[in-house]
């Protein structure tokens, strides 16, 4: 029926939609330095670009109109929509838009899912609506959407700071594979972040250290992530799965954001497979995900 729809539109004469696609991220490492007086935590972090996607189609239409394969997720709160609502307010946009969007990345997982939906529609819909917005115009709409939507509108690697605003592109490390391991706990990131404690905090040295490697070339290997110890015990199902990743890629295993992903990080494809294969058949969600670059066509 989907493609159905496609080819009435154009048979009609109507341009076909533009694609977009919406790539999740993995946290390399993330720390919490401290408590802002606005209710969220001031970050250092190394984000990556990865291939896990969605993918966001956008066509012409008077009315802002939206569907997702997920139907729970097909509600006009979904970020996409406010993403399309935001963008007509701001640029005074009179015409609407037709969305559909297809999810592959597990929702509330750590993988930036929504955040990369809602950078996908200001993309699309900039290019829909002829609006010309240059990165930084992006990433300030981005950043009153969601705090990981400015790194996922830049992509590739990137040093992340403040609330998750201040995006410094990181140059393109060598090509990386991770495993993802979703224990099928959905996870609030305010939950997660509200029992964030003080012992907790640090100075963002390590996570810095990785920026550093990166920059001189170095192998962007996994550092710290300050939510794991909330994570754990708030969902102590996601600290099982990470042992049990752990002992296959002992000191390449983390959690990204604020989980409940777990992600080990892999020199080649084959290695990934192997860990793979055993923990789909402890029952655990998996999939084979690249580290994708900046410049790499969407
Ligand atoms: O920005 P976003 O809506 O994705 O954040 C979800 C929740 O995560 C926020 O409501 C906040 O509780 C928490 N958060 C935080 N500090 C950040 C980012 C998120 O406390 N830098």
Redesign the pocket.
């Known amino acids: 029926m989907e493609t159905l729809l496609l080819s009435t539109d154009t048979a009609m004469g109507n341009p076909a939609p533009l694609v977009i696609s919406a790539h999740a991220k993995v946290n390399l490492s993330l720390e919490v330095l401290g408590?802002?007086p606005d209710?969220?935590?001031?970050?250092v972090s190394v984000m990556q670009r990865i291939s896990l996607c969605d993918t966001l189609e956008a066509g012409e239409a008077v009315d802002i109109s939206f569907t997702c394969s997920d139907a729970r997720l097909g509600g006009n709160d979904n970020l996409v929509v406010r993403a399309a609502a935001l963008l007509r307010e701001r640029y005074g946009v009179t015409t609407g838009c037709r969305l559909r969007l297809v999810k592959r990345i597990p929702v509330a997982a750590g993988l930036g899912g929504?955040?990369a939906d809602a950078a996908a529609a200001i993309e699309i819909l900039s290019r829909l609506w002829d609006l010309r917005l240059t990165q930084e115009e992006m990433e300030t709409v981005g950043a009153a959407l969601?705090?990981?939507v400015p790194f996922c509108l830049r992509g590739g690697t990137a040093l992340v700071e403040?609330?998750?605003e201040r995006v410094t592109s990181l140059p393109d490390p060598a090509p990386t594979w991770y495993l993802l391991v979703n224990p099928g706990v959905a996870v609030s990131?305010?939950r997660?972040?509200?029992a964030?404690q003080r012992s907790d905090w640090s100075d963002g040295t390590r996570t810095r250290d990785i920026a550093l490697t990166i920059e001189r070339g170095g192998l962007s290997h996994l550092g710290v992530n300050a939510l794991e110890r909330a994570l754990f015990e708030l969902h102590p199902e996601s600290w099982a799965c990470f042992e049990r990743v752990e002992a296959l890629a002992t000191g390449r295993t983390r959690i990204t954001g604020?989980g409940a992903t777990v992600v080990s990080w892999h020199a080649d494809e084959r290695s990934a497979e192997r860990d793979a294969e055993v923990l789909r058949a402890m029952g655990y969600w998996c999939s084979i995900a690249r580290s994708v670059h900046r410049e790499d066509a969407r």
């Open positions: 408590a802002r209710g969220y935590h001031s970050l929504g955040s969601g705090s990981d403040g609330r998750g990131t305010a997660i972040f509200a964030v604020s």
